[in-house]
């Protein structure tokens, strides 16, 4: 069975899908995207994501490129024709296509739309987290709007390619003032010595991470302590835990900061409860 991919109103095979030369989204990285776990046949927590990608686009004054009904139906008819249960859904909107010029092109361009979809089963990133992972630190260089979910991920994508290459899965983006902001695609949590969970405030520096609101919601539902504050990385180096969270990891135990061991070397128990309880606290809606 081929893969099929929706672009611009259209079902088409993985092979043959292509967008415009002049798509705004490969001449600028003008666009933006989501990506939403499956679980199970169900979509996790459809409803925040539509509400960052909208939030994305107003920001950038790009138009939604249909309803957010119409944007359901077709990640659904995605997800089924590739016969995805669990693994991921990915769409794409872009200002669309107008020749080069820096400037926005006329107000009638309609944005442009990509949905793929992808088998992931998801035993594969548990097993991953029975051994947690890595992650290295590099210094922040991104432009100050990563709340903005866009599609220019370049020093996201070297940043990560730098801690694949130290043997790593992650990286952490350091500020000027030795603060964690993110990593290149999670958030980024501790937990101190007396189990209080430690994640930087979403309103500036780092993405507003839909996976980092449903630990804020089992923080709450489970009464444990925690404390929305930057933290450095020797406090980190230092912690009991740490873990990162994203659509595509869930909650990650991280077991190494550079050449630090974290706590005892394995998973941390709480970051272990909480990518157990998940599932059970998120939002799902049936494919
Ligand atoms: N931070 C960055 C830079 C990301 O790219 C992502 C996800 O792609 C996240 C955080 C986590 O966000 P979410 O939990 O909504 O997947």
Redesign the pocket.
């Known amino acids: 069975m081929s893969r099929i991919a929706y672009v611009n109103g259209r079902y088409v095979r993985h092979a043959e899908a292509a967008v415009h030369i002049e798509d705004r989204g490969y001449q600028f990285a003008d666009g933006v995207y989501?990506?939403c776990e499956v679980w199970r046949g169900q979509i996790v927590?459809e409803r925040?994501?539509g509400d960052?990608l909208e939030r994305s686009l107003r920001e950038l004054s790009i138009r939604m490129p249909m309803t957010r009904a119409a944007l359901s139906q077709v990640m659904r008819e995605v997800l089924r024709r590739n016969r995805v249960r669990s693994g991921f859904v990915y769409l794409q909107v872009t200002r669309g296509v107008a020749r080069r010029d820096h400037f926005f092109p006329s107000p009638d361009t309609p944005p442009a739309l990509v949905v793929t979809a992808r088998n992931v089963a998801p035993e594969t990133g548990d097993r991953g987290a029975e051994t947690g992972v890595g992650v290295i630190t590099v210094p922040e260089n991104r432009w100050d709007r990563?709340d903005i979910?866009t599609v220019g991920?370049l020093p996201?994508v070297l940043a990560k390619q730098k801690a694949k290459e130290a043997g790593a899965k992650e990286a952490w983006f350091v500020d000027a003032d030795g603060f964690v902001t993110?990593?290149?695609?999670?958030?980024a949590w501790i937990v101190t010595k007396d189990n209080t969970l430690v994640t930087r405030p979403a309103e500036h520096g780092?993405?507003?991470?839909?996976?980092?609101?449903v630990v804020l919601d089992m923080i709450a539902r489970n009464g444990l302590s925690f404390d929305e504050r930057p933290f450095t990385v020797k406090e980190a180096k230092e912690a009991k835990e740490a873990f990162i969270?994203?659509?595509?990891t869930l909650v990650m135990p991280v077991v190494r900061i550079d050449d630090t061991a974290i706590g005892n070397g394995y998973p941390g128990e709480l970051s272990r409860e909480l990518r157990q309880q998940f599932h059970d606290v998120s939002e799902m809606d049936p494919v």
């Open positions: 989501e990506v927590d925040r994501h960052r990563v979910k991920l996201n993110e990593g290149g695609s999670t958030n780092i993405l507003k991470g839909i996976t980092r609101q969270t994203a659509a595509s």
